[in-house]
């Protein structure tokens, strides 16, 4: 069977992890702190901060931002449930949008229609890695029609004084959009490093600060630094130092942080990540279009564009002019040929939980239409040239 997503383990990590073993010191320490730094050098921002999944980054924004009871938060309508469940714990409403036909990014049209006096945060999401449209989205939140709009309640919102853009990079580690990363893209972008994502740390994430300039990014740093744990002001390390062992709680924080067994693995995977991790990544999705470009009933994924290079994340096929009906027995018949598949994602509205709170499939006409029609494919870098022929030759015989 050809998985479809498994993780790189190999002497580098486990010698990471071992280092870590040994020193002794295996919650957050200095090893998260160098991943800290060393991702920040890679995306060229000014501070990230380690935290324990994606999906606790999002939040722990959202909240400082102030984000609660009677705002609106404008998410895709195809994403991972984590992007607008962060919404609903925080108290608000998640307000979807629709996405664009060809690449899967939330629509900047539908983003326009959907903004109103509640609207607080737009979260766009870099599916399977191609970057949103970020200069039409920071453009509309910094136009006086749409700054006139916002009502700022927060501290924050007040410094801000516009619609806050927090990017789901989920996927998009390394991602380019006009000569630079994810990360410097917009306000504030959160990375997710799961077991199956491109950069892994096994389970983990990172928040990071790209704010306009009357944000102190050294304070911010600093502040969620103390969300991440509990609001104590002094974390393990520093309280281990002599005299230090005193600290006060200074408000009810959360437990976020990242432990250093799991910045060991990032530590092994970021330094090769360009030269290694996303060469081949990009090879495998170059081998894939170049194999389904025979064939007219495939629509390929677009992942590069003049302004645009993907982190390769996930390979999105489409099968043109079949039904969600067909697709699903599509993908039994490619597991049946030993390969594993996926769908990248049933939009929210499929989902139970959304569903009960009044969403409606039909209102995003386009998420269907990309779900319905997809499919897809492995990709990571243990995974064969020999191997990409064979999923190749598996969807081709279950198409036809
Ligand atoms: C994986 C994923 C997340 C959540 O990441 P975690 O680190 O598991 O919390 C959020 N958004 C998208 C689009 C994802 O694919």
Redesign the pocket.
């Known amino acids: 069977m050809i998985p479809f997503s498994p993780p790189k383990i190999d002497q580098k990590v486990i010698d990471e992890v071992s280092d870590a073993l040994r020193s002794g010191w295996i919650t957050t320490g200095p090893k998260t702190k160098l991943f800290e730094k060393k991702i920040a050098e890679y995306c060229k921002a000014e501070k990230v901060l380690c935290v324990?999944?994606?999906?606790?980054?999002?939040e722990l924004v959202l909240r400082w931002f102030g984000v609660k009871e009677g705002d609106e938060v404008i998410v895709p309508a195809y994403?991972?449930?984590?992007?607008a469940n962060v919404v609903v714990h925080c108290g608000a409403k998640p307000v979807m949008a629709d996405i664009n036909p060809d690449d899967f990014c939330i629509s900047v049209k539908d983003i326009l229609s959907k903004i109103t006096e509640k609207t607080k945060v737009i979260i766009p999401?870099?599916?399977a890695g191609f970057p949103c449209d970020y200069d039409s989205i920071n453009s509309l939140v910094n136009s006086d029609d749409i700054k006139k709009k916002f009502s700022a309640e927060s501290d924050e919102q007040k410094k801000l004084g516009r619609i806050l853009v927090l990017s789901?990079a989920?996927?998009s580690i390394g991602a380019v959009y006009k000569g630079k990363k994810t990360g410097a893209l917009t306000d504030i972008t959160?990375?997710?490093?799961?077991a199956?994502?491109n950069l892994t740390t096994a389970?983990?994430?990172a928040i990071v600060f790209n704010l306009p300039e009357q944000f102190n990014k050294e304070e911010l740093y600093n502040y969620f630094n103390i969300l991440t744990l509990h609001g104590q002001t002094k974390d393990a390390l520093a309280k281990s130092k002599i005299g230090q062992w005193r600290y006060d709680v200074i408000f009810a924080g959360y437990k976020a942080n990242m432990t250093d067994l799991q910045a060991a693995i990032g530590l092994a995977e970021i330094d090769r990540y360009d030269e290694e991790t996303i060469t081949r990544r990009k090879a495998i999705f170059d081998r894939y279009s170049k194999a389904f470009s025979k064939y007219s009933w495939a629509k390929l994924p677009v992942y590069e564009d003049q302004s645009r290079k993907s982190s390769y994340h996930v390979y999105l096929l489409r099968i043109n002019n079949i039904t969600e009906t067909q697709r699903d027995e599509i993908i039994t018949r490619i597991f049946e040929r030993e390969v594993s598949v996926n769908v990248?994602?049933q939009p929210l509205p499929l989902l139970s939980v959304y569903k009960q709170l009044g969403y409606k499939m039909e209102d995003y006409p386009v998420s269907y239409q990309n779900y319905s029609c997809e499919i897809s494919l492995p990709v990571y870098f243990d995974l064969t040239d020999e191997q990409v022929d064979v999923v190749v030759q598996a969807v081709v015989d279950s198409v036809e």
């Open positions: 324990n999944s994606a999906t606790a980054g999002l994403t991972y449930c984590a992007t999401v870099d599916i789901d989920a996927h959160v990375f997710s490093f799961h199956v994502k389970e983990g994430g990248h994602f």
